[in-house]
């Protein structure tokens, strides 16, 4: 076989191997499952997703109106011993207090559209 065979053979089953790469089925997006054992003490957490999954944002400052940072909000664990409140807007609209350690796996209504966060040094609601 001459060298240009054999370059010829070698393109070939490249082009073959690349081909058969880029028709099969897509990749699936690796989904990483999240718990409210992430939540670090003394943070408000949300996920974008149901039962703690999808991606998680921390709150621990207790500064005025945290954004969120997601689009949606389908979880949250108010890891702290004091109270938090998600805001439907930073300063108006409806707001919903967190007691201490309270959490939900399936936020539905206006809270998946929460735009804010704020920690609150009160404990009760």
């Known amino acids: 076989m001459s060298k240009r065979h054999r370059v010829g053979f ?3 089953a490249v082009l073959v191997v690349v081909a058969f790469m880029t028709s ?4 699936q ?10 939540c670090p003490s003394g943070s408000m957490c949300l996920w974008s997703r149901p039962n703690y999954a999808g991606t998680l944002r921390v709150v621990s400052s207790t500064t005025t109106n945290a954004p969120i ?3 949606t909000v389908k979880s949250f664990y108010n890891n702290r011993g ?4 998600i805001q439907q807007k ?20 206006w809270k998946s559209n929460a735009t804010s966060v704020q920690l609150s040094t ?3 609601c």
Do not use: H
Request: with cysteine.
């Open 24 to 27: 099969a089925a897509p990749a």
């Open 90 to 109: 930073a300063t108006s609209g409806k707001r919903a207090c967190i007691s201490p350690r309270g959490r939900s796996s399936n936020v539905t209504g």
């Open 29 to 38: 997006a690796v989904v990483i499952q999240q718990s409210v054992s992430q």
């Open 10 to 12: 070698v393109l070939t």
């Open 69 to 71: 940072r997601l689009t």
């Open 82 to 85: 004091k109270r938090a409140w």
């Open 122 to 124: 009160v404990a009760r």
